[in-house]
C-alpha cells in the first residue's frame, strides 16, 4: 500500500511556538485532507483541499496544497497544549487505484 | 459528533470469543469502512463497502467477518481473535468508495472500538 510521507514524524514544543508539517508524495492527488487524532479517539476532519496551490485557514492552523497538487503543510502559529495530538494528511491518486491513501502521521505534543 | 457512531467503544474479549463491533452512519453516504489502527503504525484499510457491496477485502484473516446489510449500518464480527489483534478499529465513511474525477470525497470517522484481546 502506498503511504503519504509525513514529516517530522514526531515533533515537541514549547506553547507558542510555531511548527509546520509536512506530506509529501510522488503522486497527483484529486484532493487531500487534513486530520487530527487525540488519544483514544477517531481522527477528525480538519480542511479539505482541492485546488493546486489552495491555502485554507482554520484559525491558527494553515493549509497549504501543493501547485502540483502532490504535497500538502500545515502550518501552526503559536501552538497551544490543545493542538497536541496525531496529524495525518489523505488523499486520493488522480490516477492509479483511486483509493484513499493515508499519510504516515505526526505525533505532535505542545508542552504547557 | 461526526456522524458516525460506533459500539462499543471499548471491549475486552478473550481469543475464544464470538463479539462484534457496529458501526452507523447519518451522512447518507454510500461508503464504509472498516479501519485498523496499531500504536506506532499508520492506519490499515480492513475492508470496503460500496453501496452494500464488499469492494476490497486487503487480506483480512477470515477471524475478522464484516457485513453490511445497508449503506447505514456495518458489522465487524470478530471470532477466535490473537492478542495481536488488540487494536483501535476505526469506522468511517463517504460519499462513495473511488472518487476519480471527484473532488473533495472526503472520508468522516468514528470514535473507534478500543479492542483488546486476552
Known amino acids: 500500500t502506498q503511504l503519504l510521507e509525513q514529516s517530522p514524524q514526531f515533533l515537541s514544543i514549547q506553547e507558542g511556538e510555531n511548527l509546520t508539517v509536512y506530506c509529501n508524495s510522488s503522486?497527483?492527488?484529486?484532493?487531500l485532507q487534513w486530520y487530527r487524532q487525540e488519544p483514544g479517539e477517531g481522527p477528525v476532519l480538519l480542511v479539505t483541499?482541492?485546488?493546486?496551490?489552495e491555502v485554507k485557514k482554520l484559525k491558527r492552523l494553515t493549509f497549504q496544497f501543493g501547485d502540483a497538487r502532490k504535497d500538502s503543510s500545515l502550518h501552526i502559529t503559536a501552538a497551544q497544549p490543545g493542538d497536541t495530538g496525531l496529524y495525518l494528511c489523505a488523499g486520493v491518486e488522480v490516477a492509479g487505484t483511486y483509493k484513499y491513501i493515508f499519510g504516515t502521521g505526526t505525533r505532535l505534543k505542545v508542552l504547557a | 459528533e461526526t456522524g458516525v457512531t460506533q459500539t462499543p467503544r471499548h471491549l475486552v474479549m478473550g481469543m475464544t470469543n464470538k463479539k462484534s463491533l457496529k458501526c452507523e452512519q447519518h451522512?447518507?453516504?454510500?461508503?464504509m469502512y472498516w479501519y485498523k489502527q496499531s500504536a506506532k503504525k499508520p492506519l490499515e484499510l480492513m475492508f470496503v463497502?460500496?453501496?452494500?457491496?464488499?469492494?476490497e477485502n486487503n487480506s483480512v484473516p477470515s477471524r475478522f467477518s464484516p457485513e453490511c446489510p445497508n449503506s447505514s449500518h456495518l458489522f465487524l464480527h470478530l471470532h477466535t481473535l490473537q492478542p495481536e489483534d488488540s487494536a483501535l478499529y476505526l469506522c468511517a465513511s463517504s460519499q462513495v468508495a473511488t472518487s476519480a474525477g471527484v473532488s473533495g470525497n472526503t472520508i468522516y470517522f468514528g470514535e473507534g472500538s478500543w479492542l483488546t484481546v486476552v
Open positions: 503522486s497527483v492527488f484529486s484532493s
Open positions: 451522512l447518507g453516504h454510500n461508503a
Open positions: 463497502y460500496n453501496f452494500k457491496e464488499q469492494t
Open positions: 483541499v482541492v485546488t493546486g496551490g
